[in-house]
């Protein structure tokens, strides 16, 4: 354990986000702890709008102007980002984390020319002349695969196709080779052949750069072939972390369960289309107890008054549940072995 | 690369340019085009076509009608309205230029603080150009122009500092949209400052908002400087200013209608070109109305 501790890059404690509304406040990170050990590929997963955007860019604090961070820590290389200031931060930013973000087309400022954007961090994070924050954009976007770069970096990014924007967007944040990487679902708007693509590339520089990555995504595939650990969301909370194995062959909670069980029912073509019951619940005022247990179906009194704790079921691998260890999973077992192996 | 395939590049963008391909089809916009290149040729051109020097008096030769030898006719001191007119031009644009820089100079910064910080940097600044734009903006010139007193320049500053608001308005509102876009979220995110992020990334992208603001303002620049002249406020004789002309040339409207009839006619050219311009680059630039 002790060699476990010394690895930990990013440890987040008790961590809450409340965005202020005209309605009130929207818990959408309600006490999340996590660890990420350094190197390793981990994954958040969930349903859109159960917070892990939310997690992910407030690592960095990068959280839009009604958001704020209640509670907790997130501690970075030893550092509470919680208590920097915006200009200490900012030294941070770029250089040791960084952040590739979903839309690539909304990303890239429209009227820079693609040179001047990616030669931007290099030229704010180390003591280097114009010239030469531009020979580090250009190798960085050729390192990314982008054909005839001299010529590209005076372009404007709408000239750009989704794949090479991301593609410029993944050079742009890797110019100063950033410790932390976070991709909050970097593939979702690109077309499905650009995706593994991306994807690919996402790895060789993890690898190249001995980055530690942070992939938000929804796509259990994605999860499966991408990463080490995978950490499950939902309404605020994780609910289970683990091995991407373990989570994915011997789920321990109910929804967990269910999410892996629509992924897999997709492979029978005929068959209807498994699903979780009800909605995900209003962040503005969550369930009380266990927050899932209005769709659970082995809901029990208990999960409607006490929240569960996150406990550790074995090796690496937590479960929030009250009914850990008593539920059996196994019909869904054989299905997602078979689509592990794929 | 030489020089030569760089120069070839930059024709081929240009040919390639949608915005410069719309405004060309753009007729009024070309109409007001012309028009100004005209006024401005003659402004740039005055010492070669002026036939007589601005303040050439001869009284000889007083409230002349148009003739060959003076095309527009002379003036009470008789002076060569033509030449005068010319050198009028001059004054106009450089004053409207003039107007227009400052106040983009004062407009655009505060429009960017209040649209980047928002909170009580921008309630400040909105208060002060909800208050500046309760006054008619004349009078309050006036009175910047009665303490600091007459003459060409201090017109300029009084016209600039009472009509500034628009620029922060526009820019205020244009940085508030641009700051919720995500690649404001992705220059946070490589580290850059707030400077940077406001004249870097904010700016360029408001800038032509700013184009078409400056030139659907200059016209009322150019009137207001005109305004105060012809109340004696602004240009001193015998500066060959418009306002001043006019003003001058009232006295005499109905036996030398030429003495008013030119320098009004080009004041209004002059501002209905920059309407013209302002209007179809408007056009050309919105997107919206682009594709709509």
């Known amino acids: ?342 | 690369m030489n020089l030569a395939r760089l120069t070839l590049e930059k024709v081929r963008r240009l040919r390639d340019n949608e915005t410069l391909k719309l405004y060309l089809r753009h007729k009024r916009g070309l109409a007001g085009l012309a028009i100004l290149s005209i006024i401005t040729c003659l402004a740039l051109t005055a010492d070669l076509i002026a036939l007589r020097g601005y303040a050439e008096v001869d009284l000889s030769y007083r409230l002349m009608p148009p003739s060959p030898k003076s095309p527009f006719g002379t003036d009470h001191l008789g002076r060569d309205v033509f030449s005068r007119v010319v050198y009028g031009a001059r004054i106009a644009l450089w004053v409207g230029l003039l107007v227009v820089i400052v106040e983009a100079c004062i407009g655009v910064p505060l429009g960017l603080l209040a649209g980047y910080y928002g909170g009580l940097v921008d309630k400040v600044i909105s208060a002060m150009t909800d208050m500046l734009w309760a006054f008619p903006p004349i009078i309050l010139a006036l009175a910047i122009v009665t303490i600091i007193g007459p003459g060409l320049t201090n017109v300029v500053v009084a016209v600039a500092l009472v009509s500034w608001a628009p620029y922060t308005r526009v820019v205020r509102a244009k940085t508030m949209s641009i700051m919720s876009r995500e690649f404001i979220v992705a220059a946070r995110a490589i580290g850059e400052s707030s400077f940077s992020i406001m004249f870097r990334y904010v700016l360029p992208n408001v800038l032509p908002s700013i184009i078409v603001l400056a030139t659907l303002t200059i016209p009322s620049a150019i009137l207001y400087t005109t305004a105060l002249s012809f109340l004696g406020f602004g240009a001193q004789p015998p500066t060959p200013d418009w306002g001043l002309m006019l003003s001058e040339g009232k006295d005499y409207v109905f036996n030398a209608p030429w003495c008013v009839v030119f320098p009004g006619l080009f004041l209004t050219l002059t501002a209905l070109s920059f309407n013209l311009v302002g209007d179809a680059l408007r056009e050309v630039l919105d997107p919206k109305l682009r594709f709509g």
């Open chain 1, 1 to 342: 354990m002790g060699d476990l501790v010394s690895r930990t890059l990013l440890k987040i404690e008790n961590l809450r986000v409340y965005y202020e509304t005209p309605r009130g406040p929207v818990k959408a990170v309600d006490g999340v702890d996590l660890e990420v050990y350094e190197g390793e590929s981990f994954c958040l997963v969930g349903e859109t709008g159960c917070g892990k955007s939310t997690l992910a860019l407030a690592i960095p604090r990068l959280l839009p102007p009604n958001a704020r961070i209640v509670d907790g820590s997130i501690v970075f290389k030893g550092v509470d980002l919680t208590k920097l200031s915006e200009s200490q931060l900012r030294k941070l930013r770029g250089r040791e984390i960084a952040v590739v973000f979903q839309n690539p087309m909304r990303s890239l400022n429209p009227v820079l020319r693609i040179g001047f954007q990616v030669a931007e961090a290099p030229l704010t994070h180390f003591k280097v002349s114009w010239r030469e924050a531009l020979s580090i954009a250009i190798e960085r976007l050729k390192r990314v695969g982008i054909p005839d770069v001299e010529m590209r970096v005076r372009d404007y990014p709408h000239v750009f196709s989704g794949g090479v924007k991301q593609r410029t967007m993944i050079a742009m944040m890797t110019t100063c080779k950033p410790s932390l990487l976070i991709a909050d679902e970097p593939t979702t708007a690109l077309d499905v052949t650009i995706q593994a693509q991306v994807l690919r590339l996402l790895r060789e520089l993890k690898d190249e750069y001995s980055l530690t990555l942070i992939l938000i995504t929804h796509n259990f595939g994605i999860v499966a072939e991408m990463c080490d650990r995978v950490g499950v969301m939902y309404a605020g909370k994780i609910v289970e972390i683990g091995g991407v194995e373990e989570v994915f062959e011997s789920p321990l909670h109910p929804y967990t369960r269910g999410l892996v069980d629509c992924v897999v029912a997709r492979r029978g073509s005929k068959a209807r289309l498994n699903q979780i019951p009800g909605f995900p619940p209003s962040l503005l005022n969550p369930p009380s107890g266990c927050r899932f247990h209005p769709r659970c179906p082995y809901a029990i009194e208990i999960c409607r008054v006490e929240e569960p704790k996150l406990i550790r079921v074995e090796g690496e691998h937590y479960v929030a549940c009250h009914r850990a260890g008593e539920l059996d999973f196994s019909t869904v077992l054989a299905d997602v072995s078979e689509f592990l192996s794929r």
